[in-house]
T-cell receptor, first 114, second 113 residues
């Protein structure tokens, strides 16, 4: 079975540009999470969805970040405008039924903002 | 403020040695998970512990949940190069109606052949 699929794997962009990260969760999973990982702050939860509905976005750093889940098989995380401090690895994860169950992570999208 | 502190932050040991890494908090968790993350990949679940005092074994890895459910340890016996990676603990706080996983700061383990 296919795992969580993220794209792009790597993105290098200039400050001020819009960045869109994409995620396809595992089919049948009810929860989808967006995390950001940096050396300084570790793995931080940005936002999570349950059945395509955003439940908790308290981890989203600021209004420049937005996330959508238009259907059960697709989610996007958008940064507009991007800043150098947004450079990180962004992970999408999904889980089945329970918010506190096993998380299945994608391979991540490494973002570098120059 | 980090809810889950892991120690040590970095650990580098020779193949064949034993090691223990720790995950500590002042909060009580209803459950705790351990993940391992290899370079260029996402974290992968190793184990979930739920009951205070619980011990689980996964081959050479032994996981223990503290009696008070505030801490956990991971012990590796006869470490192998394949054990190299970032070890993350993740806990669910006892906060009914708003449960979510909180990840620890991580221990970066390197096993030297």
């Amino acid at each position: 079975d296919a795992g969580v699929i993220q794209s792009p794997r790597h993105e290098v962009t200039e400050m001020g540009q819009e960045v869109t990260l994409r995620c396809k969760p595992i089919s049948g999973h009810d929860y989808l999470f967006w995390y950001r990982q940096t050396m300084m702050r570790g793995l931080e939860l940005l936002i999570y969805f349950n059945n395509n509905v955003p439940i908790d976005d308290s981890g989203m750093p600021e209004d420049r970040f937005s996330a959508k889940m238009p259907n059960a098989s697709f989610s996007t995380l958008k940064i507009q405008p991007s800043e150098p401090r947004d450079s990180a690895v962004y992970f999408c994860a999904s889980s089945f039924l329970e918010i506190t169950g096993e998380l299945f992570f994608g391979e991540g999208s490494r973002l570098t903002v120059l | 403020t980090q809810l889950l502190e892991q120690s040590p932050q970095f650990l580098s040991i020779q193949e064949g040695e034993n090691l223990t890494v720790y995950c500590n908090s002042s909060s009580v968790f209803s459950s705790l998970q351990w993940y391992r993350q290899e370079p260029g990949e996402g974290p992968v679940l190793l184990v979930t512990v739920v009951t205070g005092g619980e011990v689980k074994k996964l081959k050479r890895l032994t996981f223990q949940f503290g009696d008070a459910r505030k801490d956990s340890s991971l012990h590796i016996t006869a470490a192998q190069p394949g054990d190299t990676g970032l070890y993350l603990c993740a806990g669910t706080l006892l906060n009914f109606g708003n449960e979510k996983l909180t990840f620890g700061t991580g221990t970066r383990l390197t096993i030297i052949p």
